[in-house]
């Protein structure tokens, strides 16, 4: 069903200072004064109170394989039905669905669902798991996590696939909620996220770090734009990062750039960068490194990174074969950090 405008569902993670609201979603802790929005254009100011102008509304819902979140070790070979909404808590200036991020939710086209409805669509789509994607989910919170404490009780999975730009306290709030993240991390430097993203970098690892932590499944993406984050060095410190604070054993995925929104002067990134980074990332000890929006052969395939065994064969989106043996190698029996 079609709305031409947003219903008011008050949000969480909010306090009053004198007449303005504190947010305490994400890490930009906007003071909002009443009629207005932070940051992300889709939480209010109403009579004192902090709203969520996009709780039930979705821009989009699609069935997905779930390789082109990318999340390559989670319910491999599996589609994910994806959900998003509008809105965003950064302003990246290459923003790739920057229709639907920078959108007013007050617009027209915007589907009204309920979390029973999200439950209904993934069964009906056969679809195994449901993604949060497209816009950043972390502003959608209290739809997600009603609507995935529901798709739980019907036996199936959860992904984010977010810029993990929220705070600690709602952060945790999605244990046992969430299963899988897919977490952007945009560069290793906080003067790209402030100069490229009006945000900040600290917050993202810290949030990296706490899924971890709280057992969600993790993989990372990067995304390699030619002069803004590709530097060698930058790049190695990420990789060495990966490995001393979240394990050698996390997925990464380095991804092409393509000219858009407000960097179309900026080159795509060369397939020599890219392989680059699998280079660097590999003599770094990382186990399970891919290139994404590229053709890129065998680099998207899983090996064992003990015996170099073939695990799971991929083209593109699409899952080949899977042959591991109930989540381990079947030559050298290595558990393999994969969701099946």
Sequence with gaps: M???????????????????????????????????TGICGVREVHSGRLYSLIYGLASSIHPDPIEKKPLYHFLPGSTALSFGSVGCNLSCLHCQNHSISRADPRGTGLNRISAKDVVKMTESSGASSVSWTYN???????????????????????S????????????????????AMNI?????????????????????????????????????TYLIIPDHNDSGTELADFCR????????????????????YRLQGVPRTPRSTLDRAYELAHREGLEFIYLGNVHSADRDDTFCPKCGELLI????????????????????????????
Excluded at 7 to 17: G, M, N, P
Excluded at 162 to 177: K, M
Excluded at 313 to 340: A, H, M, W, Y
């Design 2 to 36: 079609n709305t031409s405008g947003p219903d008011r569902h008050e949000a969480r993670f909010y306090s009053r200072e004198g007449d303005r609201v504190r947010c305490t979603l994400c890490p930009h802790s906007c003071l909002i004064a009443e009629g207005r």
């Design 160 to 179: 984010y696939v977010t810029n993990g730009f929220i705070q600690e306290a709602p952060l945790r709030e999605l244990r046992g909620v969430i299963d």
């Design 184 to 220: 952007d991390v945009k560069a290793f430097r906080e003067g790209f996220y402030k100069e490229v993203c009006g945000g900040s970098l600290a917050p993202v690892l810290e949030t990296c770090r706490i899924a971890v932590e709280m057992s969600i499944h993790v993989e990372l």
């Design 241 to 260: 990062w990966i490995a001393s604070a979240l394990g050698r054993e996390i997925p990464v995925h380095f991804s092409a750039f393509h000219p858009d």
């Design 313 to 340: 064969e991929r083209d593109g989106f699409v899952t080949r074969q899977i042959l591991l043996s109930e989540g381990s190698c079947p030559v050298c029996s290595k558990e393999i950090n994969v969701v099946l």
């Design 136 to 158: 950043e989910p972390t502003i959608w919170h209290e739809f997600t996590v009603d609507a995935s404490k529901l798709v739980h009780k019907a036996g199936l999975k959860t």
